[in-house]
């Protein structure tokens, strides 16, 4: 009814996974970068096409995959990511993501990003931890914290690599795909999620 705002709907895959923490994280960088911005949870097929943008937590990748195809959104998901949508793939939604798994895994990825991820890369012994990161664009180190995180162990030509952990790629942009090994939603430093809104300009 007669409103001209321009306000931006990020939706975020609401299967299974730290699903509100996305949320509130997404509304906090909006705040912060001065953009109106609503954020919806995407469980039904229909949604993603009204979203600007979408956001893939972290959780279960196994669990997420099989309710994706049960879902009918995993066919949308993959429309949007080929029609140029940002999307912000974490953890277990970058291991969706990619295109190739190491080692004879359960998951079957989408195939979206030209990387090799390693499931829980980092080993049981490091089954969560925290490292400050020397992100690409940022000015000063980001404090990540990873939890049973998969690593990029390989990337194509057209990636570019954002941050590392010793060897490891743990973060990565492909044109309008931003993949992270950590979970950004779960400290209060939102730049990460600001780089996300950043490239709903481009
Ligand atoms: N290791 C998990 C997986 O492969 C991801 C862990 C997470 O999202 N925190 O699904």
Redo the contacts with the bound molecule.
Sequence with gaps: MGSDRQVTRIGVLALQ?DVSEHVLALQRAAVAATMEVEVVEVRKPGQIENCQALALP?????TIRRQLDNSGLAEELKAAAHSGKPILA???GL?LVSKEIEGAGR?KPLGLMDIKVG??AFGPQKESFEADLAVKGLDSPYRAVF????AIVGVGGNVEVLARVGGAVVAARQKNLLALAF?PELTEDSRIHQIFLKMLEA
């Design positions: 996974g972290g959780g279960e990748s196994t974490t953890c277990a291991v998951v499931r829980n939890i049973r995180a998969p979970h």
